[in-house]
């Protein structure tokens, strides 16, 4: 197992940072590129291990996928809808639970027998949640333990559209009947509840699908045809928002994050965080690729306790695990609630990042559907040597506690670090840039 060692830092943080491209919208541009048709030409594609096996995944569909420069460009050469292969084995995503549920919606309106996997962690995660909906479509779809994990196998399915109110917020279920909806005869409709990050929408629509959002409805045309785009893919704010946490637990620090996506679906960090006494402000303020986009600047203040639930949690729900730590930072006691989806990410990430806090000294209570912190008020993390680091978590997880050690009273080895790649290949580069540019 890999450590990251990460020391408390001695004095404030003075940075300007680029973040990792957004590796939501990374994935779909793969995806939504290898269906179109001509060549998608993708600037500032995210190179994580998540991202590369959607890419290779396509690449053993036949989608003919080049890349210079280290990922800088990446050209799709696509050949339209009806245009992938037979693979020739088993499709693996990995840690991927965004590629195996949007592939699944993709595959099932396909001529061929596709078979997907992926690794001790994604063969655990819930599959009825698109198994069910896509089934309903006339899709093929069969899953281990009574179609509910992975491995998941589709055989060819003639698909219809339907009307389908979401039982749960997610946009990787929502994506995945999106992507069924534009080869299924018929329209599709999806009501959600509360809305989910709408990179998949914003994308068909850019690439020229017709597709009516509106509020918590969308409506997807029958049977569609995509055209190739010139794609940049802005900064991810789940990624920014390590560095954000960072800048908000040590007083008297300032950061500028340069091109992050603000999409007001992903961007409830930014209101939570601003509710509790961090100064975000967004300047240069435009689009790229159908996608907001601002530079933050961001400076530490007083941080003060904070309720999160409901309608708010699908717009920050990769971001809880270092809200969580930013909340043990804060004076009083902060709460999440309706956040039982924590329970079904990577790792159970309720019970995890109470395992976590135990550890960093702080009093935190699991509840079925979120935590209840009681924050430090401004004191370093006291490490607690008689816990133990949890044995299963994540790359959010691992990013977190390597946060959080910034302001501990001891140097922490982070173990399980090599998880951090799968989103974020470059955070120990740039935490190293933060531990020496201190001042
Ligand atoms: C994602 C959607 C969210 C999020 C995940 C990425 C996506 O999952 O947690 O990291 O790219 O669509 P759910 O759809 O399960 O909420």
Redesign the pocket.
Same mark, same amino acid.
């Given at each position: 197992m890999k450590q990251l060692n990460v020391s408390p830092l001695k004095n404030i943080i003075k940075i300007t940072l680029s973040v990792p491209p957004d590796?939501?919208i990374s /994935?779909?541009a793969i995806i939504i590129g290898s269906i179109a048709n001509g060549r998608t030409e993708i600037k500032n594609l995210l190179a994580s291990e998540d991202c590369l096996n959607t890419l290779k995944i396509m690449q053993q569909l036949g989608v003919e996928i080049s890349s210079y420069n280290n990922f800088e460009t990446v050209t799709v050469y696509g050949k339209g809808l009806h245009s992938l292969i037979e693979p020739k084995n088993i499709l693996n995503c990995g840690n991927s639970?965004?590629t195996i549920?949007?592939l699944c919606g993709l595959l099932s309106g396909q001529s061929f027998l596709s078979v997907l996997t992926g690794d001790d962690s994604l063969i655990t995660r819930p599959m009825e949640?698109v198994i069910e909906p896509l089934t309903l479509m006339g899709a093929k779809l069969f899953g281990r333990e009574h179609n509910t994990k992975v491995p998941v196998v589709i055989t060819p399915g003639i698909l219809h559209g339907i009307s389908y109110e979401m039982p &749960?917020?997610?946009?990787?279920?929502?994506?995945a009947i999106m992507l069924a909806g534009i080869q299924a005869k018929g329209e599709t409709k999806i009501i959600e509840k509360e809305k989910?990050?709408d /990179?998949?929408e914003r994308m068909l629509s850019a690439f020229g699908a017709k597709i009516k959002s509106d509020k918590n409805e969308i409506i997807i045309g029958s049977e569609q045809s995509l055209e190739a785009q010139s794609l940049c893919i802005p900064g991810d704010i789940?990624s920014a928002a390590f560095f954000i946490a960072a800048c908000a637990i040590i007083p008297g620090s300032e950061m500028v994050l340069q091109k992050v996506s603000v999409n007001p679906t992903r961007a409830g960090i930014i209101t939570v965080l601003k509710k509790m006494g961090v100064k975000i402000e967004s300047t240069n303020k435009k689009e790229a690729s159908g996608e907001p986009i601002a530079d933050l600047f961001i400076s530490s203040g007083d941080l003060t306790a904070a309720e999160v639930k409901g309608s708010n949690i699908?717009l920050l &729900?990769?971001e809880i695990p270092i809200l969580c730590i930013v909340m043990a930072q804060a004076k009083g006691k902060s709460i999440i609630k309706d956040a039982r989806?924590l329970r079904?990410?990577?790792s159970d990430r309720i019970k995890t990042m109470v395992q976590v806090l135990r550890k960093l000294g702080i009093e935190v209570t699991e509840l079925e559907d979120g935590l209840e912190i009681i924050g430090l008020g401004g004191e370093p993390f006291k490490i607690d040597h008689s816990i133990e680091w949890p044995r299963h978590f994540d790359h959010r997880i691992a990013m977190s506690i390597a946060i959080a050690a910034l302001k501990a009273n001891e140097p922490i080895q982070i173990p399980g670090a090599e998880w951090i790649s799968t989103s974020f290949p470059n955070f120990e580069k740039l935490i190293n840039q933060i531990q020496m540019a201190v001042v």
């Open positions: 590796k939501s /994935h779909r639970g965004t549920r949007l949640r &749960i917020s997610s946009a990787q279920v929502k994506s989910s990050r /990179h998949t789940s699908p &729900i990769d989806e079904f990410k990577e």
